[in-house]
């Protein structure tokens, strides 16, 4: 009869293999024992068929052995008070906050359990500066902010008057923002991380763009780090996990994912019926991670060394995270009889543990040994990019207050004997009656406490967070790049996509300036006729081109190169959002003014990738978004669910950016030009949002009048005057973007037919009319008795005479956004409503945003007026050919 699993041979069996196996590890070391287990697996499947079965996880252990641990290198006991004020005061900060002002919120649990791997972090491995100049670059997990405050409260660079002002920003003086806002914080936070999510798909692509920049030769690669610290729940969140494998296909040795495993997010449980960080190793691993689990404390050490037939790492692997959980919150006896329990073989190694004991066995991510050979290892590692899965208790230290229970996330309150419990626990020197309201600790300066995390910042080239602009000025580009662009193109037709695309070579081409440019496009270079940079820049990849391209022998063939300057990222927005991001912030985060266009389908932006467009604000990132094939109407064929009549409502929100619907060349120029002056010469923080579209159409030459660039910029002059001087039917027609042709059309049948006399403008920007106008309001609002500001809209228009018909291939909210300072009857002509596969033309007539219906829309508004009878609009419907009664394309 052949051993089984239980019987006492298999058992004598498995140890004189695992003897063996010693001796070889002793003798040969690991590389020799790996190779051995190697040859065994393959022998076993040649002789006897046995496929090992496949797995994607390692045992529920640390992943490098206690024997192999790096040496802890500072004083542990310095290092665990210093920790203890850091866990104080930001406690403090968040109960104080809550008993002045009830509700304000904060939170106390996810730093209480992510507090060692931050110490250890900031005592031993971020770097500010490194000695050749570059730096760490730190992703803060959000809802751990208050311990980043408390931190900078010790190393006396934040007062305690802002402590006091958490979450109460608006106070005398100042507060401190809820969660890492560079916006609002624009000396401390760098990364706005607070939209779960967001922070690992950023890091990613920011390691990847510091390669990028080394690769081109903008920036000396020095071994600077990206480390990004998050939270186990967050890593349900699809853009955590959508953009792995560009990390280690690119071999990003460079980033590091330090993930808090505290087994639970805000309700409850991550899994509680499965393992958070076994599920995560198989994807990590399977992606091409190095994955370092960082699971149990020194307190284990022994256990599982002398656990020589693996009973106990089985049944570590067995318990699920629920069951884990509850561990946290019971007494030893009970995780002795569940956990221990289950076999006498187990329950007999630890019969030497008191009760006491075993509930106080330390996890991983609460051992600052285990942390600091985790964190040694993985900056050590090259090839690829690390995961850090280290095992912790969420809200740890609070006890009854809320230690691993599921109420934890929400904990903001504590009552006296918690605080004072928490206050024993970490020995912080607060007497009883002082307890309270909760007061804020600080030793003085030349406490042994504070002089050792001075020194040990000191050592890593200074404090962090901290965020600063690091480059000068660019000087701006030539006006040569720009001014061929205000000729116009003699009637031949060309689409505002490829006035960019040609622009954008221009300014590639600039000898001095050229490098700054970053091209970046999801998969769509073809669709924007921008191939031909393929060949005159090249596109990025960081092993150059191991292939003979199909295309070769053509003139524009696919050329990827180390040095290219194309980010082709492939068929993805929100990571070339990300490339856009890390490229519009290098001029703060690397003193390198990289200038990123990153041109898409305008569909999928602001619907899609809205979320990191926000986040691009916050963090006062600069460049261009070039929304292509823009516009419900314009986009010919494609349908529901490509063609965009609404990029520009959703652009409205953002309060930095300036968004664009430009109809010529000239005028894509202008804003083009006063947009790299304004962001890179002047420093400003904003950025722009520019639609462009596929539609080929002649590009007339700028208007000589002076005020047409102000207008352009402003976002709004008049385009073409009536030549029928004298009239009495006069009206204005608004246009923009490709229906600016329709409008022209327009003025043209309204003339001809109706003897109406219709001037044309050009709106450029309703999202600037609007924020102008506001403006004025608000200021007129605040000093009620002096003199008006009249907003330019109504300045710019007040002159003119007749009602006013706005059309553009977006939705009718935008010109209505400006009715009551537009002086006279409003008219809006848009494209609400769900899109359709169909050419131009009947798209513009089902939409009724082309000229018939523009003239429709003026001879009703000239009949309101009583100039017109409505005889004639009746008759013009005829004449025009419209259909009364067909259906509403807005809901339709
Ligand atoms: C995109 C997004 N959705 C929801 C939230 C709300 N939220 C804040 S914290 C949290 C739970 C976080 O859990 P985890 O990532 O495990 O962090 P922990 O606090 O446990 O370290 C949630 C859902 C958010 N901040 N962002
Ligand atoms: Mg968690």
Same mark, same amino acid.
């Given at each position: 009869?052949?051993?089984?699993?239980?019987?006492?041979?298999? $058992?004598?069996?498995?140890r004189?293999?695992? @003897?063996?196996? @010693?001796?070889?590890?002793?003798?040969g070391g690991? %590389?020799r024992?790996?190779?051995?287990?190697?040859?065994?697996?393959?022998?076993?499947?040649?002789?006897?068929?046995?496929?090992?079965?496949?797995?994607?996880?390692?045992?529920?252990?640390?992943?490098?052995?206690?024997r192999q641990q790096?040496?802890?290198?500072?004083?542990q006991?310095?290092?665990?008070?210093?920790?203890?004020?850091?866990r104080? %005061? =930001?406690?403090?900060?968040?109960?104080?906050?809550?008993?002045?002002?009830?509700?304000?919120?904060?939170?106390?649990?996810?730093y209480?359990?992510?507090a060692?791997?931050?110490?250890?972090?900031?005592?031993?491995?971020?770097?500010?500066?490194?000695?050749?100049?570059?730096r760490d670059?730190?992703?803060?997990?959000g809802?751990?902010?208050?311990?980043?405050?408390?931190?900078?409260?010790?190393?006396?660079?934040?007062?305690?008057?802002?402590?006091?002002?958490?979450?109460?920003? +608006?106070?005398?003086?100042?507060?401190l923002?809820?969660?890492?806002?560079?916006? *609002?914080?624009?000396?401390?936070?760098?990364?706005?991380?607070?939209?779960?999510?967001?922070?690992?798909?950023?890091? !990613?692509?920011h390691?990847r763009?510091?390669?990028?920049l080394?690769?081109?030769?903008?920036?000396?690669?020095?071994?600077?780090?990206?480390?990004?610290?998050?939270?186990?729940?967050?890593?349900d969140?699809?853009?955590?996990?959508?953009?792995?494998?560009?990390?280690?296909?690119?071999?990003?040795?460079?980033?590091?994912?330090?993930?808090?495993?505290?087994?639970?997010? +805000?309700?409850?449980?991550?899994?509680?019926?499965?393992?958070?960080i076994?599920?995560?190793?198989?994807?990590?691993r399977?992606?091409?991670?190095?994955?370092i689990?960082?699971?149990?404390?020194?307190?284990?050490?022994? *256990?599982?060394?002398?656990?020589r037939?693996?009973?106990?790492v089985?049944? #570590?692997?067995?318990?699920?995270?629920?069951?884990?959980?509850?561990?946290?919150?019971?007494?030893?006896?009970?995780f002795?009889q569940?956990?221990?329990?289950?076999d006498?073989?187990?329950?007999?190694?630890?019969?030497?543990f008191?009760?006491?004991?075993?509930a106080?066995?330390?996890?991983?991510?609460?051992?600052?040994?285990?942390?600091?050979a /985790?964190?040694?290892?993985? =900056? @050590?590692?090259?090839?690829?990019?690390?995961?850090? #899965?280290?095992k912790?208790?969420k809200?740890?230290? *609070?006890?009854?207050?809320?230690?691993?229970?599921?109420?934890?996330?929400?904990?903001?309150? +504590?009552?006296?004997d918690?605080l004072?419990?928490?206050?024993?626990?970490f020995?912080i020197? !607060?007497?009883?009656?002082e307890?309270?309201?909760?007061?804020?600790?600080?030793?003085?300066?030349?406490?042994?406490?504070?002089k050792?995390?001075?020194?040990?910042?000191?050592q890593?080239?200074?404090?962090?967070?901290?965020?600063?602009?690091?480059?000068?000025?660019?000087? &701006?580009?030539?006006?040569?790049?720009?001014?061929?662009?205000?000729?116009?193109?003699?009637?031949?037709?060309?689409?505002?996509?490829?006035?960019?695309?040609?622009?954008?070579?221009?300014?590639?081409?600039d000898?001095?300036?050229?490098?700054?440019?970053v091209?970046?496009v999801?998969?769509?270079?073809?669709?924007?006729?921008?191939?031909?940079?393929?060949?005159?820049v090249?596109?990025?990849?960081? $092993?150059?081109?191991?292939?003979? &391209?199909?295309?070769m022998?053509? *003139?524009?063939?696919?050329?990827? =190169?180390?040095?290219?300057? !194309?980010?082709?990222?492939?068929?993805?927005?929100?990571?070339?959002?990300?490339?856009?991001?890390?490229a519009?912030?290098?001029?703060?985060?690397?003193?390198?003014n990289?200038?990123?266009?990153?041109?898409?389908?305008?569909?999928?932006?602001?619907?899609?990738?809205?979320?990191?467009?926000?986040?691009?604000?916050?963090?006062?990132?600069?460049?261009?978004?070039?929304g292509?094939t823009?516009?419900?109407?314009?986009?010919?064929?494609?349908?529901?669910?490509?063609?965009?009549?609404?990029?520009?409502?959703?652009?409205l929100?953002?309060? %930095?950016?300036?968004?664009f619907?430009?109809?010529?060349?000239?005028?894509?120029?202008?804003?083009?030009?006063?947009g790299?002056?304004?962001?890179?010469?002047?420093?400003?923080?904003?950025?722009?949002?520019?639609?462009?579209?596929?539609?080929? +159409?002649?590009?007339?030459?700028?208007? /000589?009048?002076?005020?047409?660039?102000?207008?352009?910029?402003?976002?709004?002059?008049?385009?073409?005057?009536?030549?029928k001087t004298?009239?009495?039917?006069?009206?204005?027609?608004?246009?923009?973007?490709?229906?600016?042709?329709?409008?022209?059309?327009?003025?043209?049948?309204?003339?001809?037919?109706?003897?109406?006399?219709?001037?044309?403008?050009?709106?450029?920007s309703?999202k600037?009319?609007?924020?102008?106008a506001?403006?004025?309001?608000?200021? %007129?609002?605040?000093?009620?008795?002096?003199?008006?500001?009249?907003?330019?809209?109504?300045?710019?228009?007040?002159?003119?005479?007749?009602?006013?018909i706005?059309?553009?291939?977006y939705?009718?909210?935008?010109?209505?956004?400006?009715?009551?300072?537009v002086?006279?009857?409003?008219?809006?002509?848009?494209t @609400?409503?769900?899109?359709?596969?169909?050419?131009?033309?009947?798209?513009?007539?089902?939409?009724?945003?082309?000229?018939?219906h523009?003239?429709?829309?003026?001879?009703?508004?000239?009949?309101?007026?009583?100039?017109?009878?409505?005889?004639?609009?009746?008759?013009?419907?005829?004449e025009?050919?419209?259909?009364?009664?067909?259906?509403n394309p /807005?809901?339709?």
């Amino acid at each position: 009869m052949p051993p089984t699993e239980t019987d006492g041979l298999e $058992v004598l069996e498995t140890r004189e293999w695992v @003897d063996s196996l @010693d001796y070889v590890l002793e003798k040969g070391g690991p %590389n020799r024992a790996g190779r051995l287990l190697q040859q065994l697996a393959l022998h076993a499947r040649r002789e006897a068929g046995i496929n090992l079965p496949f797995s994607a996880t390692t045992p529920y252990q640390n992943t490098i052995p206690s024997r192999q641990q790096a040496p802890f290198p500072g004083s542990q006991e310095m290092e665990r008070r210093i920790k203890s004020l850091v866990r104080w %005061n =930001a406690l403090a900060m968040v109960v104080r906050a809550n008993k002045i002002q009830e509700g304000i919120g904060g939170h106390i649990s996810t730093y209480a359990s992510a507090a060692t791997l931050y110490e250890v972090a900031f005592n031993h491995f971020l770097r500010a500066q490194t000695e050749n100049g570059d730096r760490d670059v730190v992703y803060f997990q959000g809802h751990a902010a208050p311990g980043m405050y408390s931190r900078a409260y010790l190393e006396g660079r934040i007062s305690k008057e802002k402590l006091q002002n958490f979450r109460r920003e +608006l106070k005398p003086g100042g507060g401190l923002s809820s969660y890492p806002h560079p916006w *609002l914080m624009p000396d401390f936070w760098e990364f706005p991380t607070v939209s779960m999510g967001l922070g690992p798909i950023q890091a !990613i692509y920011h390691a990847r763009f510091i390669k990028y920049l080394e690769n081109r030769g903008l920036k000396q690669s020095t071994g600077g780090k990206v480390w990004a610290f998050l939270g186990d729940g967050e890593m349900d969140e699809p853009e955590s996990l959508g953009s792995i494998t560009l990390a280690s296909r690119e071999r990003l040795d460079n980033l590091i994912f330090v993930v808090n495993c505290n087994l639970q997010r +805000l309700d409850g449980p991550v899994r509680g019926n499965g393992k958070i960080i076994q599920e995560l190793e198989a994807i990590f691993r399977g992606a091409g991670w190095n994955v370092i689990k960082v699971i149990w404390g020194s307190d284990w050490d022994s *256990l599982i060394q002398n656990d020589r037939d693996g009973l106990l790492v089985k049944r #570590l692997g067995e318990v699920s995270d629920g069951q884990y959980q509850k561990y946290f919150v019971e007494s030893g006896a009970y995780f002795r009889q569940n956990m221990f329990g289950t076999d006498p073989r187990l329950l007999k190694m630890v019969e030497h543990f008191s009760d006491e004991q075993l509930a106080r066995m330390r996890l991983g991510g609460h051992d600052p040994i285990k942390v600091h050979a /985790a964190y040694r290892a993985a =900056a @050590d590692h090259t090839g690829s990019p690390t995961i850090i #899965l280290a095992k912790t208790i969420k809200g740890y230290g *609070l006890g009854e207050a809320g230690e691993g229970k599921n109420i934890t996330h929400q904990q903001k309150k +504590l009552n006296d004997d918690e605080l004072q419990m928490f206050r024993s626990r970490f020995g912080i020197p !607060i007497p009883d009656d002082e307890l309270h309201n909760a007061p804020f600790y600080r030793p003085s300066d030349d406490s042994p406490e504070i002089k050792y995390m001075q020194a040990r910042r000191q050592q890593l080239g200074g404090y962090m967070p901290t965020r600063k602009v690091r480059a000068t000025p660019l000087k &701006p580009f030539p006006d040569a790049h720009f001014e061929e662009f205000h000729k116009g193109t003699e009637g031949r037709e060309v689409s505002t996509t490829m006035v960019f695309v040609r622009l954008l070579a221009k300014l590639l081409r600039d000898p001095e300036l050229g490098k700054f440019i970053v091209p970046i496009v999801p998969d769509e270079a073809r669709t924007f006729g921008m191939e031909a940079l393929f060949r005159q820049v090249g596109i990025y990849s960081s $092993v150059g081109q191991n292939y003979e &391209p199909v295309d070769m022998d053509t *003139l524009l063939y696919y050329k990827e =190169a180390k040095n290219g300057q !194309i980010l082709e990222e492939g068929i993805t927005e929100s990571g070339s959002m990300c490339s856009f991001i890390a490229a519009g912030t290098a001029y703060a985060n690397h003193g390198i003014n990289t200038i990123p266009f990153f041109i898409y389908y305008s569909m999928f932006g602001f619907q899609r990738i809205g979320d990191l467009i926000w986040a691009a604000a916050d963090m006062r990132c600069r460049g261009f978004l070039v929304g292509g094939t823009a516009g419900r109407t314009t986009l010919a064929g494609e349908g529901l669910q490509h063609q965009d009549g609404h990029s520009h409502v959703l652009a409205l929100p953002v309060p %930095n950016l300036l968004a664009f619907d430009p109809a010529f060349a000239y005028e894509i120029a202008i804003i083009v030009q006063d947009g790299i002056r304004r962001m890179y010469v002047d420093q400003e923080s904003i950025f722009y949002y520019l639609t462009v579209t596929n539609e080929p +159409l002649p590009m007339p030459e700028m208007p /000589a009048e002076a005020n047409v660039r102000d207008g352009v910029l402003k976002g709004l002059y008049r385009f073409k005057a009536s030549a029928k001087t004298g009239s009495l039917l006069r009206a204005q027609l608004l246009g923009s973007g490709t229906i600016m042709y329709e409008v022209l059309k327009a003025q043209q049948i309204l003339e001809e037919k109706y003897g109406v006399a219709a001037d044309v403008w050009s709106v450029t920007s309703y999202k600037e009319l609007y924020r102008n106008a506001n403006d004025c309001e608000r200021w %007129n609002m605040l000093h009620p008795a002096e003199a008006a500001k009249v907003p330019y809209v109504t300045q710019t228009l007040k002159a003119a005479a007749g009602p006013f018909i706005a059309a553009s291939d977006y939705m009718k909210v935008l010109p209505e956004s400006l009715a009551k300072w537009v002086p006279g009857q409003l008219v809006s002509l848009g494209t @609400d409503g769900f899109g359709r596969s169909e050419n131009r033309a009947a798209l513009r007539d089902f939409f009724e945003v082309d000229a018939k219906h523009i003239v429709l829309a003026t001879l009703g508004a000239l009949a309101r007026e009583k100039k017109i009878g409505t005889d004639v609009v009746k008759r013009a419907i005829q004449e025009l050919g419209i259909n009364p009664e067909k259906a509403n394309p /807005a809901v339709s």
